[in-house]
Protein backbone atom coordinates (compact mmCIF):
# COMPACT_ATOMS: atom_id res chain seq x y z
CA UNK A 1 0.00 0.00 0.00
CA UNK A 2 1.56 3.99 -1.20
CA UNK A 3 1.74 6.29 1.80
CA UNK A 4 -1.77 7.99 0.70
CA UNK A 5 -3.80 5.19 0.74
CA UNK A 6 -2.77 5.38 4.75
CA UNK A 7 -5.62 7.17 7.05
CA UNK A 8 -8.93 7.57 4.53
CA UNK A 9 -10.29 10.87 5.08
CA UNK A 10 -8.32 13.10 7.16
CA UNK A 11 -7.76 15.30 4.28
CA UNK A 12 -11.87 16.36 5.10
CA UNK A 13 -12.00 19.00 7.05
CA UNK A 14 -14.39 17.95 9.44
CA UNK A 15 -13.00 18.26 13.12
CA UNK A 16 -16.15 19.06 15.59
CA UNK A 17 -18.49 16.31 14.13
CA UNK A 18 -15.66 14.11 14.47
CA UNK A 19 -15.15 14.70 18.09
CA UNK A 20 -18.78 14.30 18.97
CA UNK A 21 -19.04 11.44 17.08
CA UNK A 22 -15.76 10.32 18.34
CA UNK A 23 -17.57 10.97 22.56
CA UNK A 24 -20.61 9.14 21.19
CA UNK A 25 -18.84 6.06 20.35
CA UNK A 26 -16.67 5.65 23.03
CA UNK A 27 -20.06 6.43 25.27
CA UNK A 28 -21.68 3.39 23.56
CA UNK A 29 -18.68 1.10 23.59
CA UNK A 30 -18.59 1.57 27.28
CA UNK A 31 -22.26 0.91 27.83
CA UNK A 32 -22.00 -1.36 25.18
CA UNK A 33 -20.76 -4.94 26.32
CA UNK A 34 -22.42 -5.27 29.79
CA UNK A 35 -26.47 -4.35 28.02
CA UNK A 36 -26.00 -6.50 24.75
CA UNK A 37 -24.81 -9.50 26.54
CA UNK A 38 -27.57 -9.32 28.84
CA UNK A 39 -29.31 -10.03 25.50
CA UNK A 40 -31.72 -6.83 25.67
CA UNK A 41 -32.72 -4.11 23.01
CA UNK A 42 -29.46 -1.93 23.45
CA UNK A 43 -30.60 1.34 22.22
CA UNK A 44 -33.28 0.69 25.27
CA UNK A 45 -31.63 -0.38 27.84
CA UNK A 46 -30.87 1.90 30.92
CA UNK A 47 -27.53 2.42 30.82
CA UNK A 48 -27.44 3.88 27.22
CA UNK A 49 -30.39 6.09 28.10
CA UNK A 50 -28.60 7.03 31.13
CA UNK A 51 -25.52 7.97 28.79
CA UNK A 52 -27.82 9.71 26.09
CA UNK A 53 -29.44 11.71 28.83
CA UNK A 54 -25.82 13.09 29.94
CA UNK A 55 -25.69 14.69 26.55
CA UNK A 56 -28.83 16.33 25.77
CA UNK A 57 -27.07 18.42 23.09
CA UNK A 58 -25.58 15.11 21.11
CA UNK A 59 -28.96 13.63 21.35
CA UNK A 60 -30.07 14.01 17.52
CA UNK A 61 -26.15 13.26 16.64
CA UNK A 62 -26.65 10.32 19.03
CA UNK A 63 -29.57 9.25 17.72
CA UNK A 64 -28.52 9.26 14.22
CA UNK A 65 -25.05 7.56 15.30
CA UNK A 66 -27.37 4.55 16.73
CA UNK A 67 -29.74 3.78 13.87
CA UNK A 68 -26.43 3.89 11.60
CA UNK A 69 -24.72 1.40 13.81
CA UNK A 70 -27.92 -1.00 13.86
CA UNK A 71 -28.31 -0.88 9.88
CA UNK A 72 -27.15 -3.61 7.70
CA UNK A 73 -25.44 -3.62 4.68
CA UNK A 74 -26.66 -3.96 1.62
CA UNK A 75 -26.91 -7.68 0.55
CA UNK A 76 -26.68 -7.94 -3.33
CA UNK A 77 -28.20 -10.98 -5.98
CA UNK A 78 -26.17 -14.43 -6.71
CA UNK A 79 -25.79 -12.95 -10.85
CA UNK A 80 -23.79 -9.95 -8.53
CA UNK A 81 -21.01 -12.24 -7.47
CA UNK A 82 -17.44 -11.73 -8.61
CA UNK A 83 -15.65 -14.52 -10.67
CA UNK A 84 -13.31 -14.15 -8.33
CA UNK A 85 -12.67 -12.59 -4.94
CA UNK A 86 -9.77 -10.82 -5.48
CA UNK A 87 -6.96 -11.76 -2.90
CA UNK A 88 -5.20 -9.16 -0.64
CA UNK A 89 -2.35 -8.65 1.66
CA UNK A 90 -1.31 -12.35 2.94
CA UNK A 91 -2.38 -14.84 0.38
CA UNK A 92 -0.42 -17.58 2.13
CA UNK A 93 0.74 -18.03 5.22
CA UNK A 94 4.53 -18.82 5.59
CA UNK A 95 4.87 -20.74 8.79
CA UNK A 96 4.97 -24.56 9.19
CA UNK A 97 2.45 -24.57 11.56
CA UNK A 98 0.10 -22.88 8.76
CA UNK A 99 1.57 -25.27 5.58
CA UNK A 100 0.58 -28.58 8.44
CA UNK A 101 -2.55 -27.33 8.81
CA UNK A 102 -3.22 -27.39 5.04
CA UNK A 103 -1.52 -29.96 4.20
CA UNK A 104 -4.41 -32.09 6.72
CA UNK A 105 -7.23 -30.25 5.27
CA UNK A 106 -7.24 -28.69 9.13
CA UNK A 107 -7.83 -31.25 10.72
CA UNK A 108 -5.99 -30.34 13.73
CA UNK A 109 -7.06 -26.52 13.55
CA UNK A 110 -8.58 -25.37 16.48
CA UNK A 111 -10.80 -21.58 17.05
CA UNK A 112 -9.58 -20.84 20.50
CA UNK A 113 -11.70 -17.97 22.09
CA UNK A 114 -10.85 -16.80 25.84
CA UNK A 115 -9.80 -13.78 27.49
CA UNK A 116 -12.23 -11.77 29.42
CA UNK A 117 -14.62 -14.65 28.94
CA UNK A 118 -16.62 -16.80 31.69
CA UNK A 119 -16.03 -20.31 29.51
CA UNK A 120 -13.37 -19.99 27.52
CA UNK A 121 -13.10 -22.71 24.77
CA UNK A 122 -11.89 -24.00 21.13
CA UNK A 123 -13.80 -25.21 18.41
CA UNK A 124 -12.31 -27.72 15.80
CA UNK A 125 -13.18 -26.58 11.66
CA UNK A 126 -16.14 -29.47 12.12
CA UNK A 127 -18.14 -28.62 15.79
CA UNK A 128 -17.72 -24.79 13.93
CA UNK A 129 -18.83 -25.78 10.91
CA UNK A 130 -21.85 -27.64 12.78
CA UNK A 131 -23.11 -24.54 14.29
CA UNK A 132 -26.12 -22.61 13.25
CA UNK A 133 -25.07 -20.71 10.11
CA UNK A 134 -25.67 -17.47 8.05
CA UNK A 135 -24.98 -16.78 4.28
CA UNK A 136 -24.65 -13.34 2.93
CA UNK A 137 -23.94 -11.82 -0.44
CA UNK A 138 -21.87 -8.61 0.49
CA UNK A 139 -19.58 -6.17 -1.10
CA UNK A 140 -16.03 -5.89 0.17
CA UNK A 141 -14.08 -2.05 0.14
CA UNK A 142 -10.56 -2.28 0.14
CA UNK A 143 -8.99 1.37 1.21
CA UNK A 144 -6.41 0.86 -1.41
CA UNK A 145 -9.60 1.68 -3.69
CA UNK A 146 -11.18 -1.63 -5.33
CA UNK A 147 -14.46 -3.62 -3.99
CA UNK A 148 -15.28 -6.34 -4.76
CA UNK A 149 -18.97 -8.99 -4.10
CA UNK A 150 -18.90 -12.25 -2.88
CA UNK A 151 -21.17 -14.57 -1.47
CA UNK A 152 -19.85 -15.69 2.62
CA UNK A 153 -21.11 -18.50 4.66
CA UNK A 154 -20.10 -18.53 8.81
CA UNK A 155 -21.28 -18.34 12.25
CA UNK A 156 -22.31 -15.03 13.75
CA UNK A 157 -19.82 -14.07 16.08
CA UNK A 158 -22.68 -13.05 18.34
CA UNK A 159 -23.48 -16.55 18.76
CA UNK A 160 -20.18 -17.54 19.75
CA UNK A 161 -19.89 -15.06 22.63
CA UNK A 162 -23.09 -16.04 23.97
CA UNK A 163 -21.43 -19.66 24.43
CA UNK A 164 -17.86 -18.33 25.86
CA UNK A 165 -20.22 -15.70 28.03
CA UNK A 166 -17.89 -12.23 28.25
CA UNK A 167 -17.40 -10.84 31.43
CA UNK A 168 -18.67 -7.34 32.04
CA UNK A 169 -15.26 -6.05 31.81
CA UNK A 170 -14.59 -6.95 27.92
CA UNK A 171 -15.27 -4.25 25.55
CA UNK A 172 -13.21 -5.52 22.55
CA UNK A 173 -12.82 -8.32 20.58
CA UNK A 174 -9.41 -9.10 19.26
CA UNK A 175 -8.85 -11.55 16.37
CA UNK A 176 -5.23 -13.18 16.42
CA UNK A 177 -3.82 -14.50 13.01
CA UNK A 178 -1.86 -17.11 11.42
CA UNK A 179 0.41 -14.45 9.23
CA UNK A 180 3.40 -12.16 9.35
CA UNK A 181 2.31 -9.64 6.87
CA UNK A 182 5.26 -8.59 4.68
CA UNK A 183 7.63 -9.95 6.99
CA UNK A 184 6.58 -8.64 10.57
CA UNK A 185 7.21 -9.76 13.44
CA UNK A 186 4.22 -10.43 14.97
CA UNK A 187 0.93 -11.45 13.53
CA UNK A 188 -1.65 -9.54 11.81
CA UNK A 189 -4.90 -8.63 14.05
CA UNK A 190 -7.60 -6.98 14.07
CA UNK A 191 -10.04 -6.07 16.43
CA UNK A 192 -13.71 -4.53 16.69
CA UNK A 193 -15.71 -3.29 19.87
CA UNK A 194 -19.42 -4.84 21.08
CA UNK A 195 -22.03 -3.34 19.00
CA UNK A 196 -19.75 -4.51 16.00
CA UNK A 197 -19.29 -7.57 17.48
CA UNK A 198 -22.96 -8.39 17.30
CA UNK A 199 -23.87 -6.68 14.26
CA UNK A 200 -26.08 -9.69 12.85
CA UNK A 201 -23.86 -9.74 9.38
CA UNK A 202 -20.74 -10.20 11.62
CA UNK A 203 -19.32 -13.37 10.61
CA UNK A 204 -16.52 -16.17 11.14
CA UNK A 205 -16.97 -16.96 7.67
CA UNK A 206 -15.41 -20.79 6.19
CA UNK A 207 -17.47 -20.09 2.74
CA UNK A 208 -16.97 -18.36 0.07
CA UNK A 209 -19.48 -18.00 -3.08
CA UNK A 210 -20.51 -21.82 -1.83
CA UNK A 211 -17.26 -23.62 -1.32
CA UNK A 212 -14.77 -23.62 1.45
CA UNK A 213 -12.96 -20.70 2.05
CA UNK A 214 -9.75 -20.60 -0.16
CA UNK A 215 -6.30 -20.45 1.44
CA UNK A 216 -5.96 -16.92 -0.35
CA UNK A 217 -8.67 -15.53 1.33
CA UNK A 218 -8.07 -16.33 4.89
CA UNK A 219 -8.86 -20.21 5.25
CA UNK A 220 -10.01 -21.69 7.17
CA UNK A 221 -11.98 -19.04 9.14
CA UNK A 222 -11.99 -15.05 8.29
CA UNK A 223 -13.75 -12.29 9.68
CA UNK A 224 -16.56 -10.56 8.18
CA UNK A 225 -17.49 -7.29 9.63
CA UNK A 226 -20.06 -6.13 6.41
CA UNK A 227 -19.79 -1.82 7.60
CA UNK A 228 -16.00 -1.86 7.70
CA UNK A 229 -13.23 -1.43 5.75
CA UNK A 230 -11.30 -4.31 4.49
CA UNK A 231 -8.45 -3.94 6.86
CA UNK A 232 -11.01 -5.12 9.70
CA UNK A 233 -11.34 -8.11 7.85
CA UNK A 234 -8.85 -10.43 9.61
CA UNK A 235 -7.83 -13.51 7.42
CA UNK A 236 -6.61 -16.59 9.18
CA UNK A 237 -7.96 -16.29 12.57
CA UNK A 238 -6.29 -18.54 15.35
CA UNK A 239 -7.67 -17.00 18.48
CA UNK A 240 -10.31 -14.56 19.73
CA UNK A 241 -9.52 -12.65 22.79
CA UNK A 242 -11.89 -10.45 24.40
CA UNK A 243 -10.03 -7.58 26.24
CA UNK A 244 -10.76 -4.35 28.37
CA UNK A 245 -8.41 -2.33 26.12
CA UNK A 246 -5.28 -2.74 23.38
CA UNK A 247 -2.32 -1.41 25.36
CA UNK A 248 -0.77 -4.72 26.02
CA UNK A 249 -1.54 -6.04 22.52
CA UNK A 250 1.52 -5.33 19.89
CA UNK A 251 1.48 -1.77 18.97
CA UNK A 252 -1.49 -1.11 21.24
CA UNK A 253 -3.76 0.64 18.71
CA UNK A 254 -5.80 -2.31 17.75
CA UNK A 255 -4.66 -3.47 14.32
CA UNK A 256 -1.78 -4.17 12.30
CA UNK A 257 -2.67 -1.38 9.96
CA UNK A 258 -3.92 0.82 13.38
CA UNK A 259 -0.56 0.27 14.65
CA UNK A 260 0.84 1.55 11.12
CA UNK A 261 -1.39 4.84 11.31
CA UNK A 262 -4.93 3.58 10.22
CA UNK A 263 -8.05 4.78 11.96
CA UNK A 264 -9.19 2.14 14.40
CA UNK A 265 -12.23 3.21 13.50
CA UNK A 266 -12.93 2.26 9.54
CA UNK A 267 -16.86 2.28 9.35
CA UNK A 268 -18.39 2.36 5.87
N1 LIG B 1 -4.65 -12.03 8.45
C1 LIG B 1 -4.82 -11.06 7.53
N2 LIG B 1 -6.04 -10.52 7.39
C2 LIG B 1 -6.25 -9.55 6.48
C3 LIG B 1 -5.21 -9.07 5.65
C4 LIG B 1 -3.93 -9.67 5.80
O1 LIG B 1 -2.94 -9.34 5.11
N3 LIG B 1 -3.76 -10.67 6.76
N4 LIG B 1 -5.46 -8.05 4.74
C5 LIG B 1 -6.66 -7.23 4.94
C6 LIG B 1 -7.04 -6.41 3.82
S1 LIG B 1 -6.27 -4.92 3.62
C7 LIG B 1 -8.08 -6.76 3.01
S2 LIG B 1 -8.63 -5.73 1.76
C8 LIG B 1 -8.72 -8.06 3.14
C9 LIG B 1 -8.54 -8.85 1.87
O2 LIG B 1 -9.30 -10.02 1.91
P1 LIG B 1 -9.26 -10.96 0.66
O3 LIG B 1 -7.86 -11.49 0.54
O4 LIG B 1 -10.28 -12.01 0.85
O5 LIG B 1 -9.58 -10.05 -0.51
O6 LIG B 1 -8.24 -8.83 4.22
C10 LIG B 1 -7.84 -8.11 5.34
N5 LIG B 1 -7.50 -9.05 6.37
MO1 LIG C 1 -7.61 -3.71 2.23
Request: charged share 20%; hydrophobic share 35%; with cysteine.
Amino acid sequence: MSDSDQNPGTTAPRPSIDRRRRRILEGLTAVGATSLLAGCDWTKSQSVQDFLGKTEDLTQAAQELIASREALAREFQPSDIAPTFKPNGTIRPQSAAYQNLVENNFENYRLRVGGLVNQPRSYSLEEFKSLPARTQITRHDCVEGWSCIGQWTGVQLSRVLAQVKPKGSAKYVVFHCADHLDGAPKPYYESLDMIEAHHPQTLLAYGLNGSNLPVANGAPIRLRAERQLGYKMAKYVMQIELVENFKNIQGGKGGFWEDRGYNWWAGI
